[in-house]
Structures are given as C-alpha cells and as structure tokens.
C-alpha cells in the first residue's frame, strides 16, 4: 500500500484510544495479522474496512485515507490541547508519548526494511546507499536542511535519513517485482 498517510493516521487514532492492535483486530473482525498489515501498509483495506474504522473514530474515510487534512477538528491545537487535558498529560510528558510513537515508527520501519533488505542483492544495496548519499549531500550542500524556517535537530535528520532510505528500498523492490521477467521470478 502506498498511501503512508492512512497508516499514521490509522496508528495515531488507534493509540489515542487506548487501544491494541488486537483490540481493534476484534473490532473490525478480522485477525490481528491483517491488522498488523494495515497499519504496517502491507496490506490494502478493503473500501468497506476503512469505511467500518472511518465510523468506529468518528472521522470521514477523505481523512482516513490522507485525502483531506482535517477531520472534526484533528489535528489542531484545540484537540491537542483536549487531547492532554483528557488524558491528564503535561507538554513535556504529551511530547514523550509522541517521541515513543516516533521510535516505534522507527522500529516498524526498520522491520519493514529489513524484509525487504532480504529481496535484494548486494549490487541493489551499494546502489541504494549511492542514490542516499547523493540525496542527503544535496540536501545538506544547499542552504541547510530547514524546516519552517528553523535548521533540523539531528534527531529529523535521522528521521529524513531514514524515510529517504525506506524509499529508495521500497522503490527498488517495487521495481524488482514489476521488470523482473517471468522466467527469474523465484516461485514460493
């Protein structure tokens, strides 16, 4: 699945429930395995699910699916504010929670990578590792990475670094399954 906005968006709703992956599996009636798959973006929801868990969060599936950007005020000030009133949270500690959702993220995408690290050759990594090289001294040779008009901490470095990496696998792998004639392609 491409679309990376319905796999935060789907975790972070889920999160600010209390909910587990299990949890929600239950909720939906499906294994906890497809939902792992859904919020990995390994798997595709049909349109009926992501309408099903649109209605369980009470926000339209446009923003479930990343269409639009706010969704009964998500997202904004006011509902973060809410959000650390209800859950009896100070800044400091909501920003915490935020930055253990920041290195689960990392986690799953170093999961993910891996798996599909296992699909490549030796010659596909030197090649990933060249594109990411280039890319990152691009970036850091222009003006300075900034964001907002503030230079980037070293831990959004690292952040960019690795969303650029997961990309460049993800491309290649994609790639890899679409050229790949028949006749190469292993049978599993």
Do not use: C
């Not at 949270?89 to 920003?95: I, R």
């Not at 296992?118 to 596909?124: F, G, P, V």
């Not at 790949?180 to 049978?187: A, G, I, L, S």
């Amino acid at each position: 699945m491409e679309n990376s906005k319905f796999v935060v968006r789907l975790r972070k709703l889920r999160r600010m429930n209390d909910l587990t992956q299990g949890q929600m599996a239950d909720k939906l009636h499906i294994s906890r395995s497809t939902y792992t798959g859904y919020e990995l973006g390994n798997i595709n929801p049909p349109s009926n699910k992501i309408t099903q868990i649109a209605k369980f969060f009470n926000v339209s599936p446009g923003y479930l699916m990343g269409w639009d950007e706010f969704d009964k005020g998500v997202n904004t000030p006011e509902f973060q504010k809410q959000l650390r009133e209800s859950a009896k949270l100070s800044e400091e500690e909501l920003n915490n929670e935020i930055s253990k959702d920041i290195e689960a993220m990392r986690i799953n995408k170093e999961e993910e990578a891996r798996s599909m690290q296992e699909e490549l050759t030796r010659k596909d990594e030197r090649d990933i590792k060249k594109k990411l090289d280039a890319t990152l001294k691009e970036l850091e040779s222009s003006d300075g990475l900034m964001f907002d008009g503030e230079a980037l901490d070293d831990e959004t470095k690292d952040l960019l670094h690795m969303a650029i990496e997961s990309a460049l696998i993800t491309a290649k792998v994609k790639a890899k399954e679409k050229f790949t004639p028949k006749k190469y392609k292993k049978e599993d």
